[in-house]
Nanobody, 115 residues
Framework: QVQLVESGGGLVQPGGSLTLSCASS????????MGWYRQAPGGQRELVAS???????NYADAVKGRFTISRDGAEKMVYLQMNTMKPEDTAMYFC?????????WGQGTQVTVSS
């Protein structure tokens, strides 16, 4: 089973920036796609950003233009750069990896945007 470990969450003020990292125990190119989703208290799980094996990316409308997903195959890492953060971005953020047959996900990292 692949293991995914997120890091980088924390408290940031509105307008600030934060970078999340996801370390994979396996070669990231064995996955069809990887990315991030988030869930705020009482809210629905929301796919934030994804990147597929070909390098194509997709973003939720709420974060488009502010967040950037990237990867480093040699380091087996996926990142989420979050800029111009808003209180609405407050949530638990989870890294996921998908193959044709199964999903894997990390334990999550808390992001809080507050003044």
């Amino acid at each position: 089973q692949v293991q995914l470990v997120e890091s980088g969450g924390g408290l940031v003020q509105p307008g600030g920036s934060l970078t999340l990292s996801c370390a994979s125990s396996e070669n990231i190119f064995m996955f069809n796609d990887m990315g991030w989703y988030r869930q705020a208290p009482g809210g629905q799980r929301e796919l934030v950003a994804s990147i597929n094996v070909g390098g194509n990316t997709n973003y939720a409308d709420a974060v488009k233009g502010r967040f950037t997903i990237s990867r480093d195959g040699a380091e087996k890492m996926v990142y989420l750069q979050m800029n111009t953060m808003k209180p609405e971005d407050t949530a638990m953020y989870f890294c996921y990896a998908r193959t044709l047959r199964k999903y894997a996900w990390g334990q999550g990292t808390q992001v809080t945007v507050s003044s």
